[in-house]
């Protein structure tokens, strides 16, 4: 087993910030990580960092959802680790 982070990070559009912080809040995933952690951020960015047990790097994993376009000013963007120790 490794444990995997996925990360999530989006740029609000103007005005929005507080909006898409509770967005992210209310999010339901298909079964619960080990860990969540949201994070904010100068310029309404709001992170999300989700730790998994998985049986490999490339496992499929419940991820966060891309909001509603009218709620962010950019794509989401979205990266995955691996804890190395």
Known sequence: ???V???WE???AQGRGAEL???A???VLAY???RREILRAPQDRVLVLTWW???AFDAELPELPEPDAELIAR???RWRFESVE
């Open 1 to 3: 087993m490794t444990t």
């Open 32 to 34: 619960e990580p080990r």
């Open 75 to 77: 794509p989401v963007h």
């Open 25 to 27: 809040r209310a999010q």
């Open 5 to 7: 982070t996925l990360m």
């Open 53 to 55: 047990e998985a049986a």
């Open 10 to 12: 989006a740029r609000a």
């Open 21 to 23: 912080l509770e967005w």
